[in-house]
């Protein structure tokens, strides 16, 4: 009898993406702990300013406000983040069992899609609060604002919703008519 060899490429992607997809779930609600703890539990003023080896003034009352908007909205993020790693968990699912081409992953695209706009929105204002509150010997540098990689996987995401609308819908019709 003779077996067809499966690409060892594909065969290995797949299991290996579901897996990294679950551990990101359980890492993005981790980061809202981390984020809710710092927020509410463990800083106060005071604390910050020490950790951020500031001394009292305006502009450091300014950077510490700073930083509590910026974790306002990396709490912001969490359901966002959350959207996107469900529903390629989902996405993968179907390609593991055969059948990627359903207008169920059309739907998921579309929200991912929608997501990622959100997150880079969000990524700009973080951005901009960022710079409008580092001061000169203590510049706020994170990893935030306008990224064209960014604006470039929204724009691909909701193509490529379409395509699998497109191939969904066809495939459909193909189906109707054999």
Same mark, same amino acid.
């Given at each position: 009898?003779?077996?067809?060899?499966?690409?060892?490429?594909?065969?290995?992607? #797949?299991?290996? /993406?579901?897996?990294?997809?679950? !551990?990101?779930?359980?890492?993005?609600?981790?980061?809202?702990?981390?984020?809710?703890?710092?927020?509410?539990?463990?800083?106060?003023?005071?604390?910050?300013?020490?950790?951020?080896?500031?001394?009292?003034?305006?502009? /450091?009352?300014?950077?510490?406000?700073? =930083?509590?908007?910026?974790?306002?909205?990396?709490?912001? /993020?969490?359901?966002?983040?959350?959207?996107?790693?469900? @529903?390629?968990?989902?996405?993968?699912?179907?390609? @593991?069992? %055969?059948?990627?081409? +359903?207008?169920?992953?059309?739907?998921? =695209?579309?929200? !991912?899609?929608?997501?990622?706009?959100?997150?880079? #929105?969000?990524?700009? +204002?973080?951005?901009?609060?960022?710079?409008?509150?580092?001061?000169? %010997?203590?510049? =706020?540098?994170?990893?935030? %604002?306008?990224? !064209?990689?960014?604006?470039?996987?929204?724009?691909?995401?909701?193509?490529?919703?379409?395509?699998? /609308?497109?191939?969904? @819908?066809?495939?459909?019709? #193909?189906?109707?008519?054999?």
């Amino acid at each position: 009898m003779l077996k067809i060899p499966r690409p060892a490429s594909s065969s290995a992607a #797949l299991p290996i /993406a579901h897996v990294v997809l679950r !551990i990101l779930i359980v890492v993005n609600w981790l980061m809202a702990a981390v984020i809710l703890a710092l927020l509410f539990l463990v800083p106060n003023d005071e604390w910050i300013m020490i950790s951020f080896k500031l001394s009292p003034s305006p502009e /450091a009352e300014r950077l510490v406000m700073g =930083l509590r908007a910026i974790a306002v909205l990396g709490l912001v /993020a969490i359901p966002f983040n959350h959207a996107v790693l469900k @529903r390629l968990l989902a996405i993968v699912e179907t390609v @593991r069992g %055969g059948d990627p081409f +359903v207008a169920a992953n059309a739907c998921r =695209l579309h929200v !991912i899609a929608w997501a990622l706009l959100a997150l880079q #929105l969000l990524s700009v +204002v973080i951005g901009a609060i960022a710079k409008a509150v580092s001061i000169p %010997g203590h510049p =706020l540098d994170i990893d935030a %604002g306008f990224s !064209i990689n960014g604006w470039l996987a929204v724009l691909l995401t909701f193509l490529l919703a379409r395509v699998f /609308a497109e191939g969904a @819908r066809m495939r459909e019709d #193909l189906e109707g008519t054999v």
